[in-house]
């Protein structure tokens, strides 16, 4: 079945906030098996609404509506959604109880304009808003589909788990289910060329690779009738991946990120780390930070951006400084040193680098950076050229820093 995806707001189209929405029910609808071929975005006006709901309708089976469910004048997707259909609007009990109840709870005047939420289509099914006011709608009509979905996200995603989810299985011949495994510590191309057989023969499952930065992500996908038989369908080249690629792989879990595969390594070793940043001004301990429960292996983190830092804070040698510069190997290599020694920890990572857009030279041109890891003493620097803008270039060196930390630490305990 197809799916069209249309999200109601002039905020979205002036850019004041970000479509989340959009993304998270392409990959819900995608998991299901149905096809999305368009998406819109349309501002709060019945003319064009209209022309969008016509449209969504005559080429796809189900349309899903986000936003333009709330009480004021310009919340206008259930009004013009029905009357496209040709529905009319009636008071729904259920819905008029639940809004008394919502306020009252919260010890708030409920206004005329409120009522307008508790109207839905002649007909229709309402989904109840457990963290809202709006209920949702699902319009079927002529064998054409129309579900309507509050904006926010808090409302908009448990009501579609706990309620459209179900609906919609009901309607598929199929799920898709997909596996996605991360690689880090190689390009693209590389990744692309040691499975380009399996993409050549791919049927169903399917397989794809997508660039992020610094890392690369291969998508297996299978439908079957059931999440089950996609999952063993997956089984064999999945295996086949991860024996290609190895070490390079960091997780298959969807919500794993590489930070969090770095700490889950510490944690397993029993290494607490430090870091000591200078291009990178922190950005290095503010994505280890993210993880939950990183507290018990991150110790301390050093931003020592001027020559006067790195030596007062970690010990580097004016003389290193001076004989080869701040963004050199050998700096890296006492950052990482120093770093350990002031907080006893058993693993440090030091960057130094030219993020740009001045500052270079042809001898170091905007994008050398040199990254330092040490494990246990055991100290290793590595040069890298990175490519873009400022932001590119630092992202780019956090990404490839973590990923040296987690190779100098599996290979140190493969060779103890």
Request: charge should be neutral.
């Amino acid at each position: 079945m197809v799916v069209e995806l249309i999200s109601v707001g002039t905020e979205i189209l002036l850019g004041n906030i970000v479509n989340t929405n959009a993304a998270y029910l392409s990959k819900q609808c995608a998991d299901l098996g149905l096809s999305c071929f368009y998406q819109s975005v349309v501002g709060d006006n019945d003319g064009r609404l209209s022309e969008a709901v016509r449209t969504g309708l005559s080429r796809a089976d189900i349309v899903i509506f986000t936003g333009g469910l709330g009480p004021t004048q310009d919340d206008l997707t259930k009004e013009t959604v029905a009357e496209v259909m040709n529905k009319r609007l009636i008071m729904d009990e259920d819905s008029k109880d639940h809004l008394i109840a919502y306020f009252d709870k919260r010890g708030i005047e409920l206004t005329v304009n409120n009522w307008k939420q508790a109207m839905v289509p002649e007909g229709s099914k309402v989904l109840i808003n457990e963290n809202g006011t709006a209920p949702g709608i699902i319009m079927e009509d002529n064998g054409k589909v129309a579900i309507l979905l509050p904006g926010p996200p808090n409302e908009l995603i448990p009501m579609f788990e706990n309620q459209v989810k179900p609906y919609l299985l009901q309607k598929t011949d199929g799920v898709l289910h997909s596996v996605t495994v991360k690689l880090c510590g190689m390009g693209e191309s590389k990744v692309e060329t040691m499975i380009e057989d399996l993409i050549n023969q791919q049927s169903n499952p399917t397989i794809a690779t997508y660039a992020k930065t610094g890392e690369v992500h291969i998508r297996i996908t299978a439908k079957e009738a059931d999440a089950n038989k996609a999952k063993q369908l997956i089984k064999p080249l999945l295996k086949e991946v991860k024996k290609r690629f190895g070490t390079h792989v960091y997780t298959t879990d969807e919500q794993v990120t590489l930070e969090q595969a770095v700490v889950d390594l510490l944690m397993d070793k029993g290494f607490t780390l430090t870091t000591a940043e200078s291009c990178t001004g922190g950005m290095i301990a503010a994505r280890l930070t993210d993880v939950p429960g990183v507290s018990e292996i991150y110790k301390t983190g050093f931003v020592t951006y001027a020559n006067k830092s790195k030596k007062r804070e970690l010990g580097v040698k004016k003389k290193t400084l001076k004989g080869h510069g701040a963004v050199s190997p050998q700096v890296a290599f006492e950052m990482a040193k120093g770093a350990l020694e002031k907080t006893k920890a058993q693993v440090s990572l030091s960057v130094t680098g030219i993020a740009g857009p001045g500052g270079g030279s042809d001898e170091k041109p905007v994008g050398l950076v040199y990254i330092g890891c040490n494990v246990c003493g055991k100290i290793v620097t590595e040069k890298y050229n990175f490519n873009g803008n400022r932001a590119k270039v630092r992202e780019s060196t956090v990404v490839a820093a973590l990923t040296l930390l987690r190779k100098c630490v599996m290979e140190f305990k493969d060779t103890e």
